[in-house]
Structures are given as C-alpha cells and as structure tokens.
C-alpha cells in the first residue's frame, strides 16, 4: 500500500497551470451546484438568504487563504492591488469581464443551437435569464445597500450596473414619478447581426422574462411592460424599449 498524491502524476508546468484553471472552475461549479440544490429545497429567496451568509463568511477563510499561499494582501477582503489601480484600469477590468460574460453567453446559445437546433436554444436563453435577471439584481441591491424595495430610483440606479451596462448605449427616462421608461440605444448582440447583414434577433421572448425579473428583484413593487423588442418593429434610435411602473 502507498499514500495516494498528486504528485505522484507527473505533469509539466504548463499542465498544471491548465489542471489549476480546471480547478477553479470546479469551484465555481460546485458552488452553483449547492444554490441549486439549497434552491430546490428552500425556494429562490431562501437559497439567496443562504448565498448572503455564505458570502460573508467565505470572504475571510479565502483571503486569509490567499495571503498565507500567494502573498496577497487584503483590506478588508479586498485584494490591495485592485484598490491601488488607477479608476479607469479597474473600469476597463469591468467592461473585460462583461465582454467575457457575453461571450460565453454566445458560445453556449451557439453550442446548444449546433448540437441540436435554435428553438431549443431559445428555449434554453430564456429560461436563463429566468434565473440570472433575479440573481443580479440581488447581487446589484447588495452591492448597493438598496435595501427591500427602493422604487424606480432604485431600479435606476441598479439598471446602469447591469452586465450590458458596460457593453450597450442605455437611455433612461422619467416619465412621471411613478413611471420609468429604459431605452436600449445600441445592442452589441444586434449591432453584430446588422453588421453581418443579418435581420434582428427576435429576442422579446427572453426580453419578457429578463426585465421583468430583474424590475420584480428590485422591488415587487414594481410592474413592468414592454413598448418594443424584436421581432417588432422598431425606430433607428432604439433596440428595444420598456417601461416600469411602481404600483401603488
């Protein structure tokens, strides 16, 4: 018999810096595997209740995990290196990670559409953003502190620090106190198409249940209506629009 270890499989350096990716994604993996399941078992609100406190926790034991093995240091959970980057690096580093956040978004709809066919890649696109829309506006209200139901001006702030924040050209007008209207300018995802002399991208289907979800996780309050989203038809100055109102 003999102690089983890594080591004992040899890899090159190359190996392991691709075996030490792998791992991460792995964790990444088996932490969305466990909200899943706590989901499943207490509802989307209570796996996010349980999310907050493993959060909380996490931040200390991987710090201290990094600073004792790589020699980061921390302020308060955050790596000083990132605090010492001048704005516009750190503003760059977001607008990278939302490109890269699209892009994986486009490699799975394609993948899904050549394995089996487009309408169960829609099918797919949609149901994700079921679940993505209200885990980023929780994770934008816990950013923010917004606290339970902070209105239209909630939303609106919370709409400028979505992913495709960084990505398209976004208007936002204030039609009365109660009434919130966002306006997609410029779509990366329909600007590629048009460029390629393809026609819009029917995307109201997902658009439906991504707005709403995201406006219902700000505030429950808060009822939303689509003016306009492929396939409609649409004017030169916008994608697709829609309007938010706050319930009395």
Request: glycine share 4%.
């Given at each position: ?22 791992m ?37 034991v ?19 290196k990132?605090?010492?980057l ?12 939302s ?21 169960d ?25 917004l ?44 600007s ?41 038809e ?15």
């Amino acid at each position: 018999m003999s102690i089983v270890s890594f080591k004992d499989v040899k890899m090159n350096k190359e190996q392991k810096c691709e075996f030490l990716f792998s791992m991460i994604h792995r964790l990444i993996f088996h932490h969305v595997f466990w909200f899943k399941e706590v989901e499943h078992q207490l509802g989307f609100e209570g796996a996010l209740e349980v999310l907050d406190n493993v959060l909380n926790q996490a931040k200390k034991v991987h710090t201290n995990r990094l600073n004792k093995d790589l020699g980061i240091e921390f302020k308060e959970s955050i790596p000083q290196k990132l605090l010492d980057l001048e704005d516009e690096k750190l503003e760059a580093m977001m607008e990278t990670i939302s490109k890269m956040w699209l892009a994986n978004d486009g490699l799975w709809f394609l993948s899904v559409e050549n394995l089996i066919d487009l309408n169960d890649a829609k099918r797919c696109n949609d149901t994700c953003w079921c679940w993505f829309s209200p885990f980023e506006a929780w994770t934008i209200k816990r950013i923010l502190n917004l606290g339970e139901n902070p209105g239209l001006k909630g939303l609106e702030k919370a709409l400028k620090l979505r992913m495709y924040a960084f990505l398209n050209v976004q208007e936002i007008k204030w039609v009365h106190d109660n009434i919130l209207e966002f306006y997609m300018k410029k779509c990366r995802v329909q600007s590629a198409r048009k460029r390629k002399g393809l026609p819009d991208y029917p995307c109201k289907s997902a658009g439906l249940v991504e707005y709403r979800r995201f406006a219902y996780g700000i505030d429950k309050n808060i009822k939303t209506e689509c003016i306009g989203c492929p396939p409609d038809e649409h004017p030169d100055d916008w994608v697709c629009a829609w309007r938010f109102l706050l319930k009395k």
